[in-house]
């Protein structure tokens, strides 16, 4: 919606009516847009990318096996010693309709930034930012980049207190190898959003009163506050306090004090950040077969006690 609102009035001012019309278009049936425009080759990515996802999204939800409140798929229990157990129930069905209906928001998000950053005019510039997580070389001196990113690799997550109950056609490596895609679009998508259009909108809306110092923190404090608003900290998102924070950082990244706005560093912490974290969350959780009609609202996590007895383990 926030990107509907930003898009249009940027075509507004540096194109035409007929941009604004092939961003709704693009927006309510992928690839139309692009085709209006003739910009086959995102027609055919982009667009292309967004019809497959969406597809595998109405196949998986609409099976009797998928599950649509989230209220049912996770759980959170706090245990004696302050910690907390984290259990997701997943049928096959229900896990990749999330996973595909995250895809396909993320790639919507990129092909509004694509049409916004230049008016609907024809670049390439798109595609090479989407790859900008591989793109190293960019930013393999940049402090700004790293300390993230060795954090996200170090820091303690007590994975063994999160268990995936899943069914037994669900595997885990499955899901691992899966994750890598969908977190990478994560990064791709929200910072294209976040940063390359609401941010840099905000800006130039500042700028129109302001001077250039007030009008960047205007920005980059008001898009993180945005950006804080959407994440609600359900299961492993992020709170909306940390995602505020971690939206300044980012916005400090995306557009420095002296220096343009670049996108290629912000959508590689964003990417690497929430990929690093979510492999090694689920490498190290447990993974057990999920009962017939088990939910995290009729599932009682049974907290034992083990008591070592002449050489036998008793729960209590």
Request: charged residues 15%.
């Amino acid at each position: 919606m926030l990107a509907g609102i930003f898009i249009p009035v940027s075509a507004w001012g540096v194109s035409s009516f007929g941009c604004i019309g092939a961003t709704v278009a693009e927006y309510l049936i992928p690839g139309l847009g692009y085709g209006i425009l003739g910009h086959y080759d995102k027609m055919l990515v982009l667009g292309g990318s967004r019809w497959i996802v969406l597809n595998k999204y109405w196949q998986n939800s609409s099976s009797s096996d998928y599950e649509q409140y989230f209220n049912k798929i996770y759980k959170e229990t706090e245990l004696a010693d302050d910690k907390k157990q984290h259990d997701f129930f997943y049928s096959r069905e229900t896990y990749y309709a999330n996973v595909y209906l995250s895809m396909y928001g993320n790639l919507t998000f990129a092909t509004f930034y694509d049409l916004y950053e230049t008016g609907c005019e024809k670049n390439s510039s798109t595609f090479g930012l989407m790859l900008s997580p591989f793109q190293v070389w960019e930013y393999a001196d940049e402090w700004t980049f790293w300390v993230p990113t060795i954090w996200a690799s170090t820091v303690s997550l007590d994975s063994d207190l999160v268990t995936y109950h899943v069914d037994n056609d669900l595997s885990k490596n499955e899901i691992i190898n899966t994750s890598f895609l969908q977190y990478q679009l994560v990064g791709v998508g929200e910072e294209m959003l976040f940063r390359g259009v609401i941010q840099k909108s905000l800006f130039n809306l500042f700028s129109m009163g302001f001077s250039k110092s007030p009008s960047r923190w205007g920005s980059i404090i008001t898009a993180s506050a945005i950006f804080g608003a959407v994440h609600s900290g359900a299961g492993f998102t992020a709170s909306p306090g940390v995602a505020f924070v971690a939206g300044i950082y980012l916005g400090m990244v995306y557009h420095p004090a002296e220096g343009n706005f670049d996108l290629t560093q912000p959508i590689a912490i964003h990417s690497w950040w929430d990929t690093i974290l979510e492999h090694r969350r689920l490498k190290d959780a447990k993974f057990v077969e999920r009962k017939s009609g088990e939910n995290a609202l009729n599932y009682t996590l049974q907290d034992r006690r083990t008591y070592p007895l002449f050489g036998f383990n008793y729960f209590f």
